[in-house]
């Protein structure tokens, strides 16, 4: 009996030191970002950079499915800055198991979600730390202020970071109805703005949308699929986070992730049945595959 009591104890919860990166003094939306000021970013590996990712807990890494569904080995790099140079801050993580949701969909990128179980744990740093994760009744209103972060194709010298409004399901669904109708699920969260200009590119897939709560920072979505790079009126689409918390729950073992209920005043803006945004003209094809990665 001792022997059991010892082992529940020893499972414990990253709420109390989630989403509270201890160097992010400032914050300038689609600037290099400073060191250590987004702990949680993980960055993908088979021999290149190819996909971003959060960490989650010491020893599970959240992406996205589309990013691990092909390469066999895989690096997590953790405390990474700089694509090419000097890392010091840096440490590195084999993959011991990848764990695909089981109702991904390819074809139309719903349930774009993965986990990662890295050989051995990583100790807590001030440039290595857990994200928090949105809970399954949080609330992400049209409008609210985003943050994305990973190294695309705008140069590999430093992590940049990106601001981005949160846009409504509804307005999501209008915007890419010309494209595929039905491509814009109850999984998904968009971000972005209507003028386009920043956002996310190729090399992101995976990485995560934060949101700030009070002294917390919060993940809402993980970073999916998008028509072209920070396209007018064409939102980046991200798998959401919420709706996703018992499976990633019952998928790990061990420290499990904190998650967090983030509420967000305004409207959703889901009830409109009508598209007043004009329709986009596009010749891309989502089913293949508009992967950011």
Same mark, same amino acid.
């Given at each position: 009996n001792l022997l059991i009591v010892s082992c529940k104890e020893m499972i414990l919860y990253e709420t109390e030191l989630c989403g509270q990166p201890a160097l992010n003094t400032r914050i300038v939306g689609g600037e290099d970002a400073p060191p250590g000021s987004w702990p949680w970013q993980v960055s993908l590996h088979d021999y290149n950079h190819f996909c971003g990712g959060s960490l989650i807990t010491?020893?599970?890494?959240?992406?996205?499915?589309? @990013?691990?569904?092909?390469?066999?080995?895989?690096?997590v790099y953790l405390g990474r800055e700089v694509q090419s140079g000097s890392n010091p801050n840096e440490v590195s993580r084999t993959v011991s198991r990848i764990i695909i949701h089981p109702d991904y969909n390819s074809p139309v990128f719903n349930n774009d979600i993965a986990l990662l179980k890295m050989s051995e744990p990583v100790k807590f740093t001030s440039y290595i730390s857990p994200i928090c994760l949105a809970a399954f009744n949080s609330t992400f209103h049209s409008g609210l202020d985003s943050w994305v972060t990973g190294w695309g194709n705008i140069g590999f010298e430093a992590e940049p970071e990106q601001t981005g409004l949160v846009v409504g399901s509804s307005? @999501?669904?209008c915007d890419y109805r010309a494209i595929n109708e039905d491509v814009i699920t109850d999984n998904m969260i968009c971000a972005g703005f209507r003028e386009g200009g920043k956002g996310t590119c190729q090399g992101d897939s995976g990485g995560p949308l934060v949101s700030k709560q009070g002294d917390r920072w919060i993940q809402a979505g993980i970073v999916?699929?998008?028509?072209?790079?920070?396209?007018p009126n064409l939102p980046t689409v991200y798998a959401r986070v919420s709706q996703f918390e018992n499976w990633i729950k019952s998928q790990i073992n061990g420290n499990q992730?904190?998650?967090?209920?983030?509420?967000?005043?305004?409207?959703?803006?889901?009830?409109?049945?009508?598209c007043e945004s004009p329709v986009v003209t596009s010749t891309i094809n989502i089913s293949e595959g508009q992967y950011l990665s």
């Open positions: 010491d020893q599970w890494v959240l992406t996205a499915a589309h @990013c691990v569904k092909g390469p066999a080995y895989l690096t307005q @999501c669904k999916s699929f998008a028509a072209g790079c920070s396209e992730p904190g998650f967090l209920t983030y509420v967000s005043n305004g409207t959703e803006d889901v009830h409109n049945s009508s």
